[in-house]
C-alpha cells in the first residue's frame, strides 16, 4: 500500500473518494453527487489529502486543514483494511509537524452504513491513538452526533 499526498484532488479521486464515503459513513452523511462533494471540499481551507493507495484503488483517505487557528482531520477506511494499522500509519502522516490535531468523532453505535450494517464508533481507535475526548463538546445537528477528539505533542498538565 502507498499513500499520495496531494494538495489537488482529481475528479478520479473525488469520485473513488465519494464512493468510499458513501460506503463506509453514516447512510445519512452521503454525497449523491460529485457536485456536493465538491461544494464541502471547498470548506476544508488549505486541506492536504493522503490517499491510501493499493492496485490503483483508493482504500483510505485521510485529511487535514485550518479552521479557527487549529489543525482539523478526518480519516475514512474502507472497512476490508481495518485493523491493519493503516488508520494508525495516516494518524501518524496527520500528526506530523503538527502541535494538535482535532477531530469530530461519533461515539455512539446507532448509526447504519448504505448498506444496512451498523456504523460502528471509531472512538476507541483514537482513544488508542493517544487522542483524549471532550464528550462535553458536542457536534449536534440534523445529520450528525459526535463528540470532539483532540491529540497534542505535548500532553497539557491540569492544576
Not at 445519512?28 to 456536493?36: A, C, E, G, K
Not at 493522503?50 to 479552521?67: H, M, P
Not at 487557528?69 to 494508525?88: C, M, P, R
Amino acid at each position: 500500500m502507498r499513500v499520495i499526498h496531494t494538495s489537488e484532488l482529481t475528479n478520479i479521486q473525488k469520485k473513488a473518494i465519494m464512493k468510499l464515503w458513501n460506503n463506509e459513513y453514516p447512510d445519512q452523511l452521503n454525497y449523491r453527487n460529485l457536485t456536493d462533494l465538491n461544494s464541502y471540499l471547498a470548506t476544508l481551507p488549505g486541506a492536504m489529502h493522503f490517499l491510501c493507495v493499493r492496485d490503483a484503488e483508493i482504500l483510505g483517505w485521510a485529511f487535514k486543514f485550518s479552521r479557527d487557528a487549529e489543525t482539523w482531520f478526518a480519516i475514512i477506511l474502507d472497512s476490508k483494511i481495518h485493523k491493519q494499522g493503516v488508520g494508525t500509519m495516516l494518524l501518524d502522516i496527520l500528526k506530523a509537524d503538527e502541535n494538535a490535531l482535532t477531530g469530530w468523532v461519533v461515539d455512539h453505535d446507532r448509526y447504519l452504513k448504505i448498506n444496512g450494517d451498523a456504523y460502528p464508533s471509531p472512538l476507541n481507535f483514537y482513544l488508542k491513538n493517544g487522542f483524549g475526548v471532550n464528550r462535553q463538546l458536542r457536534l449536534e445537528s440534523a445529520h450528525l452526533s459526535a463528540a470532539m477528539v483532540k491529540w497534542q505533542a505535548r500532553p497539557v498538565f491540569q492544576v
